[in-house]
C-alpha cells in the first residue's frame, strides 16, 4: 500500500549538502507494523515526513494507496492526510485551545464525519480517557496526552498511521500502557503503523523492525 | 528685557544687516561722487540770518552747543546739545533724518542721551519763524530768526536742563565761513561759531535741582563733502581764555594728512588765525572707551599767543557711547590761563 | 561579575539578530510613542513660551495702545506727533491692515523704526526703577562693533524711505508663498516693497512690517495711524496722554487686549491629550513585541541559571538591554518630532495668531534643547513597555517555563467602577457640581473604564459562540474561536488601544464636526450681512441713499455695536433699528431658539412654542417699546439669566435695569453682548455716531459689481469696506487649519494603534507557529489557516470598533457638554455623521486586514516539518 521509488533526500548546511537518502526504496504492506530504528540523526523523522507530504524528496516517488503524494497541490495534500493519514508525535502537539474530546474529534470533524460515533466511544474506552474528555491539555499528564493524540490520530479510521517516538517522553510503565494502548487500537482498525523508536522494547510491540542506516533501509 | 533692548538686540540688528545685503548706497567720499548734493566751495560768505536755517541742499549739518557751568559753591558741570541733519539721496529725492545727542556731566558723573527722528514725522526739524531747533521735546529755541538769544530745554530721566542763552557775536571760521578739512581744501564745510555765550539756568541730576551760570559755546557746521568715512578721527577743543578771549583748534586726520587749524576770537570781534606751526598740541594721557584709547589730557603751547597750558577734564568718563561713540567733555586748564572748555575725541588716531 | 553581566547581556541581545521584527516592532512602537508625545511637547511650549514672550516683540510688548475713538477708523498723525513734542517717549505710530493681493489677504504692519534707536543714561541707584531704552554697561548693543556705524543711515533709510523693504518672517512667508526678493502684487496692481525674509527668532509676528509710510499708502491712511503704542507709562505720560488724546482715541491697557489665554490652554491640552495617547499607543506596541521575545528567550534564560548566572545577574543584563532601547528610541523619537514639529508649527502657530490674537511666530529651538526630554520620556516608555516583562523573563525558576499571568491586567470590575463613576458624575450633577475639572474626570473615566472592556468583552464573545454545539460542524471555525478565546490576554492589550485610537478618533472627529458647524452658524448669525462699510459721515450722507435705491441691494441700516458695562463688566451693545426688514434679517430667524436649549440648567426650560412668530413678533415690539434688551448666550451663563430676569447696565454713564426678553445663541461666543432699541440707545449715548452700514445683498453674485460700483464712484478704498463672506472664509480656514494639526495627530494615532494590532497579531502568529503546523499537518490547508487568522483579526476588530463607536460618542458628548461648556462656556449641538463614522471604522478594518493579507498567509505557508520538531 505503501510504495518507495528511488527517494533522495538531502538538507544543505551553510557550507555542505547532507545526504539522508539516496535512492531509498520499499514497500509497506497494509495492515503491517514496522518499528523503524537507527542511530540519531539517520533519518527516520524525516521518513516519516515524507510520507506524511509535509517535506518532500529532492526526487523520487512516494505513492500512498496507488496515490502519488509527491505530486499533490497543499490543498489535496491536506484533505488526503485528514482522510487516510493519522499521525503521533513526541511532544504529543495536541491544540491547546480544545478540550481532549475536541482534540479527538478535530480531524473527524474536518472529514465531515461525525464528532462522535460508536467507533470514538470504543476507542476513548481502550485508551481510558473516558473521565478526561473534558479536560484541556494543560491538565492532561504526559501519558494521557499521548494517548489523546493516538485517539485522534485513529479517530478517523486512517490506513496509515506515522507515529514518531510517542513513548520518547514517557515513563517506561506508561510508555508501556501507551503502546498496550496503541496496538489495541490500530488492531481494531486494522491501520497500517510505521513507528519510529530508539526502544528495541517499544519495537517489540510490532510486527517487524527495519533499520534505517547511512540512507539505506535494512528490512 | 524692553523693547527697544529686544529690538536693538535682535530685531533692528536683523533689520539693519538685512539691509546690508541690499546693495547699499554709500556716503559720498569725494566731491565728485556729491553731485547730488551741494558742494562745499569757497566764494560763498556766509550770511545770517540766512545761514541759521536748514541747508536742506546739504547732506550733513549740525547746531553744537556746549556749556561750562558752576553752581553757586563753584562746582563744576559741562552740558552739551548737538542736533544733527543727515540726508541720504533715493533717486531723486533725498531723504532726512534728525538725531541729537544730549550730555550733562558734574566731577563724578556723566549722563548723555540721544534720538532719533525722520523729517517728515513732524517732530524733528528746524524752523526760522521764530528759530527753532527741536527733536521731540528736546528743544533748543531762538528769537526772531537767530537762534542767538535763546533758550535750551532738554529733559530725560536721569538728568535734565533748562538754560538762557544770551546773545552773542558770530564768527566765521575759515575764510568767510568755508573751512577746508583737507590741505587740498577738497574736504570742507561751512562753518561758524558763537564763543560768548553767557548761560543761566538750572540743572537737574542726582534727584536735585541746581542753579548754574556759566559759558557757552555754538558751533554751526554743514557740508556734503567734509569727511572720509572709516579714515577719518579729529580732535576738537574750544577754550575761553578769559572773559574776552575764545580759542578754537581741531586737528583732522585723514588717511593721508592731518590739517591742523587754530582760531583765537576775541569779543570786539577780533579774531586771528593761528599758524600750524605755532601749535604744539599733544596728547599727555589716554583712558579706554570700548577697545579704543582716547587721549583725554592734554599740553598745548601756542608761542605766539603766549599759551602754554595743560588741559584736563572735569570728569575723565565722558565718552559718549551713543550708535557712533565719540569723547566729549569739560575741561579745565592750568598754565598761563585758566579757562574752561570742551575737547572733543573722534575716530580713529 | 561585570564581565559576566557583559556576556549574559550580549548573548539576550543577539536573540534580536535573528528575530529582527521583533527588534524593529519594539524600536517603532518606542519611537513612535515618544516621538508623537514630544511632538506636542514641542508645539506647546513654543505656544507657551509665544504667549510669554509676547511682552517682547513688537506690538506684542505695549503696556497699552492709544486706539481710535469708537466712531473713528484711525488716529491722526497730529496726536502722535503732538505727544512727542510734549515729551512722551515711549510709543511707536503703527498702521496696519489687511491689504488684497492678487492671491487673497495679507497683513500689513508700518511703524517708524528711528525712535527705536533713542536711549538714554539709567537713574542712579538710589533713585526708584529706571527707564526702559536704557544704556548699560554690559549692554552689548554699547558695542560700536555691534553697528556698521558710519552705514547705520544707509540701512535704515533703505527699509524707512522709498523704495523701502518688506519685512517677513519664514513662518509667515512660507505660509503666504513669499519668497526672498519678490515684489508681491497687490489687487490694484501696485506692488509692495521688495520681501526680505527674516528668521523667525527675529521677532517678527504673522504680518509684513515695513515702514508706516509704505503702509499708509497701501491701507489708504494719509496723515492717519491705527494705533500708537506705549511701550512705557509714567504717571506723567499718561496724564499726558489722556490729555492729549481724549477727543481722538481711547487708552486702552495691554492687558485688556490679550485674548484668553484659556483658549490656548485648551488648544494644548488637547494636542497634548493626544500625544499622550499616541504614547501610551506606542508603548502597547512596544509591550507586545517584547512579551514575545520574553516568550522566545525563556530556553536561554533557564540555560544561564542553569549555567549559574543569579537573578540579579539576568535582571542587570536585561537592564541594560532596556537601557538600549531607550537610547536608540529616544534618537529616532527626537528625529520623528522634529521633523513632524517643523511641518506643523507654522500652521499652528498661524492659527494661534488668528484665534488668540498672539503675534509670535512659533520658534522651534535647537533639537538638542529637547534631548533631555525625548530621554525622560523614552526611558519612560521603555519602562512601562519592558520592564515587567523582562522582569519575568529574569526571575523565573530554571526549570519552569513562563505561564501565562494569570491575574488578568485588566479588571472587569474596575472597568465597570470607571464607567459607573463616570455616569454618576455626568448624570447627576446634583451630586458632584459640573466643572472641567469634573468633566475631565467624567471623559477620562469613560475612556479608561470603556477601553478596559475590550478584552473582557473578546473573551466573553468568543466564549459564548464556543459554546454553540453547532459549531463542531465547522471544526476550522471551532478551532479558530477556541484559539481566539485563550488568546484574548495578548491580543486585548492590542485591542484595548486600538479601541483607544479608534475610540479617540471618533471623539476628536465628532466634536471638530460639531464645532465646525456651530461655527459656521455663528459667522452665519454673526456676519450675516454681505458688505460692510465704514465710512465718514459725508459718504454716508451719500452712500445710503444710494444704496437703498440700488435694485441689488435688499437691506441697508446703520450698523451699532459699541462698548458698554454690563454689572460693571465690559460688554458690547448693538442697537437694532425698528425697521421691518430689519426685523426680519436680525438673528431672530437665524437663531433658532430665544433661549437656551431646554434641560440647561442656567437657563430653565424654553419650549419650542417660543418659535413661533407670534412670539418674535411680541419680543420685537416690546424691544423697540424699551420694555427690555436681548442678550446673547454667553451674557446669559455668566449672570445665570432667562427671559424675565432683570439686569444692570450702564450706557454711557446711564444706568438702567431693564428687562431680558429673550436670549439667542452666540455659538459658543464668549463676548457679553446684549441688543437694545437703536433709538433708545442714541438718546442715552448722544454723542455716538455710526459710521457703519450693514448691507444685505440679494444675490451673493452681485457683491463684487456692487463693490466695484461704489468704489469707482464714491472712491472707496480697501479701507472702507469689509466683506464678510471673505472673513467667514477665512475664519474657517483658520478653523480648518486649527483642527487640521488635531485630526493629523489623532489619524497617525489610528495608525499607529493600527501597526500595533498588526503587530500583536503578527507576533502571535509566529507564537502559534507550532500550532499551525499542527493543524496544517492534521489536514487544514495553508489557505484556510490563512482566512482563519485573517477571520480573527477582522472579528476582533470589528468587536473593537463596535465598542469604539459608542465610547468614542460618550467622549465626545462628555467633552463637549460638561469639559467646554463648563470650561469655557461653549455650547454646542453634536453633530453625528454615521457615514464619516463608519468610513473610520470601516477604512481602520480593511487596512489592518490588507496590511496583514500577505504576511499571514506567507506565515501559514513556512515548513511543516520544522515545527514539528521544536521543543515545547
Known amino acids: 500500500m505503501i510504495t518507495a521509488r528511488n527517494i533522495c533526500k538531502e538538507y544543505c548546511d551553510a557550507s555542505e549538502k547532507i545526504v539522508i537518502f539516496d535512492n531509498l526504496n520499499f514497500t509497506i504492506h497494509s495492515g503491517e507494523t514496522i518499528a523503524l530504528m537507527g542511530q540519531s540523526g539517520a533519518g527516520k523523522s524525516t521518513l516519516l515526513h515524507l510520507l506524511g507530504g509535509f517535506d518532500k524528496p529532492e526526487s523520487g516517488h512516494i505513492e500512498i494507496n496507488s496515490q502519488s503524494i509527491s505530486s499533490m497541490s497543499d490543498a489535496r495534500l491536506s484533505r488526503f492526510r485528514r482522510q487516510f493519514l493519522g499521525m503521533v508525535f513526541q ?120 533499520r534505517l542506516e547511512q540512507g539505506q533501509l535494512l528490512c | 528685557m524692553q523693547l527697544c533692548q529686544h529690538i536693538s538686540s535682535t530685531l533692528l540688528c536683523t533689520i539693519l544687516f538685512t539691509c546690508l545685503s541690499v546693495n547699499a548706497k554709500p556716503l559720498p567720499t569725494n566731491s565728485s561722487e556729491n553731485a547730488e ?48 541733519s543727515s540726508a541720504s539721496l533715493t533717486g531723486n529725492t533725498k531723504q532726512r533724518i534728525f538725531f541729537a545727542h544730549a550730555a550733562l556731566t558734574t566731577t563724578d558723573n556723566f549722563y548723555h542721551a540721544e534720538r532719533y527722528a525722520r523729517s517728515d514725522m513732524g517732530h524733528a526739524g528746524v524752523e526760522y519763524q521764530p528759530w527753532q531747533a527741536y527733536l521731540d521735546h528736546w528743544q533748543f529755541t531762538g528769537t526772531e530768526q537767530q537762534p542767538l538769544p535763546g533758550k535750551l530745554q532738554v529733559s530725560e530721566p536721569a538728568f535734565a536742563y533748562q538754560l538762557k542763552l544770551s546773545d552773542s557775536d558770530y564768527f566765521l571760521q575759515g ?27 538750572n540743572i537737574h541730576v542726582e534727584g536735585k535741582s541746581i542753579a548754574v551760570r556759566g559759558k557757552a559755546w555754538l558751533d554751526r557746521e554743514w557740508s556734503s563733502n567734509f569727511i572720509e568715512i572709516d579714515k577719518i578721527g579729529w580732535d ?55 577697545g579704543k584709547d582716547y587721549p583725554i589730557e592734554w599740553r598745548l603751547e601756542i608761542p605766539s599767543q603766549q599759551i602754554t597750558l595743560d588741559i584736563q577734564p572735569i570728569n575723565n568718563n565722558q565718552f559718549l557711547n551713543t550708535r557712533v561713540p565719540y569723547w566729549e567733555g569739560a575741561v579745565i586748564t592750568k598754565g598761563s590761563h585758566e579757562a574752561q572748555g570742551y575737547l572733543e575725541l573722534f575716530g580713529e588716531r | ?122 537713574r542712579l541707584p538710589n533713585q526708584t526703577g529706571s527707564e526702559p531704552d536704557s544704556y548699560s554697561d554690559n549692554d552689548p548693543d554699547n558695542s560700536p562693533d555691534n553697528y556698521p556705524d558710519n552705514d547705520l543711515n544707509n540701512y535704515l533709510f533703505q527699509f524707512s524711505f522709498p523704495p523701502y523693504l518688506a519685512l517677513v518672517s519664514e513662518s509667515y512667508a512660507q505660509l503666504q508663498g513669499l519668497k526672498n526678493g519678490q515684489q508681491p502684487r497687490l489687487a490694484d496692481t501696485s506692488t509692495l516693497p521688495e520681501v526680505r525674509i527674516l528668521k523667525d527668532s527675529a521677532g517678527l509676528g504673522y504680518f509684513i512690517l515695513c515702514d508706516i509710510r509704505c503702509a499708509q499708502k497701501h491701507l489708504g491712511l494719509t496723515q492717519r495711524l491705527t494705533s500708537i503704542l506705549i511701550t512705557h507709562l509714567s504717571p506723567t505720560d499718561k496724564a499726558l496722554i489722556k490729555q492729549l488724546s481724549e477727543q481722538h482715541a481711547d487708552l486702552v491697557m495691554a492687558d485688556k487686549s490679550i485674548k484668553n489665554p484659556a483658549f490656548t490652554d485648551a488648544f494644548l491640552l488637547n494636542l497634548q491629550a493626544i500625544g499622550l495617547l499616541a504614547f501610551l499607543v506606542g508603548c502597547f506596541i512596544a509591550f507586545n ?47 520623528i518630532a522634529w521633523l513632524l514639529s517643523t511641518l506643523l508649527l507654522p500652521g499652528i502657530g498661524f492659527t494661534l495668531e488668528r484665534l488668540f490674537f498672539n503675534e509670535n511666530i512659533l520658534i522651534l529651538g535647537r533639537i538638542q534643547d529637547w534631548w533631555g526630554q525625548a530621554i525622560t520620556l523614552s526611558l519612560a516608555a521603555t ?116 479601541c483607544i485610537a479608534i475610540a479617540a478618533c471618533i471623539a476628536v472627529l465628532i466634536m471638530v464636526s460639531s464645532f465646525r458647524q456651530a461655527f459656521t452658524d455663528y459667522l452665519d448669525v454673526t456676519l450675516p450681512e454681505s458688505l460692510y462699510l465704514t465710512l465718514d459721515q459725508n459718504q454716508i450722507k451719500d452712500i445710503k441713499p444710494f444704496l437703498s435705491g440700488h435694485p441689488d441691494v435688499e437691506l441697508v441700516y446703520p450698523f451699532f455695536m459699541s462698548n458698554a458695562l454690563i454689572n460693571q463688566q465690559p460688554g458690547l451693545v448693538r442697537g437694532l433699528t425698528n425697521d421691518s426688514q430689519r426685523q426680519s ?101 448722544p454723542q455716538l455716531q455710526t459710521n457703519r452700514l450693514g448691507v444685505f445683498i440679494k444675490d451673493d453674485s452681485r457683491i463684487s459689481p456692487l463693490l466695484t460700483e461704489l468704489t469707482n464712484r464714491f472712491q472707496l478704498n480697501t479701507h472702507h469696506y469689509v466683506l464678510p463672506g471673505s472673513i467667514k472664509q477665512l475664519a474657517l480656514s483658520v478653523f480648518q487649519r486649527t483642527f487640521h494639526a488635531t485630526q493629523l495627530l489623532s489619524v497617525t494615532i489610528l495608525l499607529i494603534a493600527a501597526i500595533g494590532v498588526y503587530c500583536a497579531s503578527y507576533t502571535a502568529q509566529l507564537e502559534k507557529q507550532i500550532q499551525y503546523r499542527l493543524v496544517h499537518i492534521l489536514g487544514l490547508s495553508s489557505r484556510k489557516i490563512a482566512c482563519m487568522a485573517l477571520l480573527q483579526l477582522f472579528i476582533n476588530a470589528s468587536l473593537t470598533c463596535m465598542l469604539a463607536l459608542p465610547l468614542g460618542i460618550l467622549v465626545a458628548w462628555a467633552s463637549t457638554k460638561i469639559v467646554l461648556r463648563y470650561a469655557f462656556g461653549w455650547y454646542f449641538d453634536l453633530i453625528i455623521d454615521p457615514l464619516q463614522l463608519s468610513l473610520i471604522l470601516f477604512s481602520s478594518i480593511a487596512i489592518l486586514l490588507a496590511g496583514a493579507l500577505l504576511p499571514f498567509y506567507l506565515n501559514t505557508k513556512r515548513h511543516s516539518a520544522k515545527y514539528l520538531t521544536a521543543q515545547g
Open chain 2, 236 to 290: 576738537w577743543l574750544s577754550l575761553h581764555l578769559d572773559q574776552d578771549t575764545a580759542l578754537m583748534l581741531y586737528r583732522v586726520r585723514s588717511n593721508r594728512e592731518i590739517l591742523l587749524y587754530g582760531r583765537i576770537m576775541h569779543r570786539d570781534g577780533r579774531q586771528t588765525t593761528i599758524a600750524p606751526t605755532d601749535i604744539n598740541w599733544r596728547a599727555v594721557a589716554s583712558q579706554r572707551f570700548s
Open chain 3, 383 to 498: 519602562i512601562i513597555a519592558t520592564l515587567l516583562p523582562l522582569i519575568r523573563l529574569a526571575r523565573q525558576p530554571p526549570m519552569t517555563s513562563i505561564t501565562e499571568s494569570s491575574t488578568r491586567p485588566y479588571s472587569l470590575l474596575l472597568s465597570l467602577t470607571l464607567l459607573g463613576l463616570g455616569s454618576i458624575m455626568a448624570f447627576y450633577p446634583s451630586l458632584i457640581k459640573p466643572s472641567q475639572w469634573s468633566g475631565l474626570v467624567i471623559t477620562a473615566s469613560w475612556f479608561i473604564g470603556g477601553a478596559l472592556l475590550v478584552p473582557s468583552i473578546l473573551t466573553r464573545f468568543y466564549q459564548l459562540f464556543c459554546k454553540f454545539k453547532g459549531l463542531l460542524r465547522y471544526p476550522a471555525l471551532h478551532w479558530m474561536l477556541n484559539d481566539s478565546r485563550l488568546d484574548q490576554q495578548r491580543q486585548g492589550i492590542a485591542m484595548t488601544a486600538f
Open chain 3, 289 to 335: 513585541a517584547v512579551s514575545f521575545s520574553v516568550l522566545q528567550r525563556q530556553q536561554t534564560v533557564k540555560q544561564m541559571r542553569l549555567s549559574g548566572a543569579t537573578a540579579n545577574e539576568i535582571v542587570i543584563a536585561l537592564l541594560f538591554e532596556l537601557s538600549c532601547w531607550a537610547l536608540l528610541a529616544s534618537i529616532v523619537g527626537s528625529i
Open chain 1, 91 to 210: 511532544q504529543y502537539n495536541l491544540i491547546p485551545s480544545l478540550t481532549a474530546r475536541d482534540n479527538i474529534s478535530f480531524v473527524r470533524r474536518l472529514n465531515g464525519l461525525p464528532a462522535e460515533d460508536e467507533f470514538t466511544r470504543e476507542l476513548v474506552h481502550a485508551l481510558q480517557l473516558q473521565d478526561r474528555l473534558d479536560h484541556y491539555p494543560s491538565q492532561l499528564s504526559g501519558g494521557e496526552q499521548q494517548r489523546v493524540a493516538i485517539a485522534r490520530a485513529i479517530a478517523t479510521q486512517p490506513l496509515l498511521i506515522l507515529a514518531d517516538e510517542p513513548t520518547g517522553n514517557l515513563d517506561e510503565q506508561t510508555a508501556a500502557q501507551v503502546m498496550t494502548m496503541l496496538m489495541r487500537a490500530v488492531a481494531l482498525q486494522q491501520s497500517t503503523l510505521l513507528l519510529v523508536t530508539h526502544s528495541p522494547t517499544t519495537a517489540s510491540y510490532l510486527d517487524k523492525t527495519w
Open chain 3, 1 to 122: 561579575m561585570l564581565n559576566r553581566i557583559l556576556i549574559l547581556g550580549v548573548t539576550l541581545l543577539s536573540h534580536y539578530r535573528r528575530h529582527p521584527a521583533q527588534a524593529i516592532f519594539l524600536l517603532s512602537g518606542l519611537s513612535l510613542g515618544v516621538a508623537m508625545l514630544l511632538t506636542t511637547l514641542i508645539i506647546s511650549s513654543a505656544a507657551r513660551q509665544a504667549f510669554t514672550d509676547t511682552q517682547q516683540t513688537l506690538g506684542g510688548q505695549a503696556v497699552a495702545h492709544l486706539l481710535p475713538k469708537h466712531s473713528q477708523n484711525s488716529l491722526p498723525e497730529q496726536l502722535y506727533r503732538d505727544l512727542r513734542l510734549k515729551g512722551v517717549s515711549h510709543i511707536m505710530p503703527i498702521a496696519e491692515g489687511r491689504i488684497k493681493t492678487e492671491k487673497g489677504f495679507m497683513q500689513i504692519r508700518g511703524l517708524d523704526l528711528f525712535p527705536l534707536l533713542n536711549r538714554s543714561s539709567n
Open chain 2, 175 to 201: 575764510d568767510q565761513g568755508f573751512s577746508p578739512k583737507n590741505n587740498d581744501a577738497s574736504l570742507a564745510s561751512y562753518y561758524y561759531s558763537a564763543p560768548f555765550i553767557e548761560v543761566s539756568g
Open chain 2, 37 to 84: 548734493f551741494s558742494i562745499v566751495e569757497p566764494g560763498h560768505p556766509i550770511t545770517f540770518p540766512f545761514d541759521h536755517r536748514l541747508h536742506p541742499g546739504f547732506q550733513s549739518e549740525w547746531w553744537y552747543i556746549t556749556a561750562n557751568l558752576q553752581d553757586e559753591d563753584n562746582n563744576q558741570y559741562g552740558i552739551q546739545f548737538t542736533l544733527f
Open chain 3, 585 to 685: 434679517s436680525f438673528i431672530l430667524e437665524q437663531y433658532s431658539v430665544l433661549g437656551i436649549h431646554s434641560g440647561d440648567t442656567v437657563s430653565g426650560d424654553i419650549t419650542s412654542s417660543t418659535k413661533s412668530s407670534e412670539a418674535y413678533n411680541e419680543l420685537w415690539r416690546k424691544l423697540h417699546q424699551r420694555k427690555g434688551i436681548i442678550v446673547n448666550q454667553a451674557l446669559a451663563l455668566n449672570y445665570k439669566l432667562k427671559p424675565g430676569d432683570r439686569l444692570s447696565i450702564v450706557i454711557n454713564n446711564h444706568p438702567i435695569n431693564t428687562e431680558v426678553l429673550g436670549i439667542y445663541f452666540s455659538y459658543g461666543s464668549l463676548v457679553d453682548v446684549f441688543a437694545i432699541d437703536q433709538q433708545w440707545l442714541m438718546e442715552l449715548w
